[in-house]
């Protein structure tokens, strides 16, 4: 087991009283536990956030920059997006 550091905090009310509310439910054994828990997931989410930079959004990017007439512009996007919504507004009466 890793070495374990205290550490002191401060958290508002609503955020104290859910970790003791996760405690008493039995869900953690421990207001640790709950912040340990709370950390891998924001860690996680952070490593999710930085693959789908990675493996999305920079290629897209890249194939953006090398390839300049992919690019659709705002108007044409808008002028899709509102004739899309007016026919399915018609669909609907």
């Known amino acids: 087991m890793p070495t374990v ?4 905090i401060s958290l508002p009310s609503d ?4 970790i003791d509310a996760k405690v008493e439910s039995g869900d953690y054994a421990s207001v640790s536990e709950v912040v340990r828990a709370g ?7 952070d490593e999710a956030v930085e693959r789908w930079l990675r493996e999305e959004v920079l290629p ?16 044409s996007v808008f002028a899709n997006i509102r ?6 507004l018609k669909d609907r009466k």
């Open 39 to 45: 950390l891998r997931a924001l860690r996680e989410r």
């Open 83 to 88: 004739a899309h919504h007016e026919e399915r």
């Open 15 to 18: 955020q104290a009283a859910f």
């Open 5 to 8: 550091e205290k550490r002191t």
């Open 60 to 75: 897209t990017y890249e194939a953006t920059k090398a390839d300049p007439s992919r690019v659709l512009s705002s108007k």
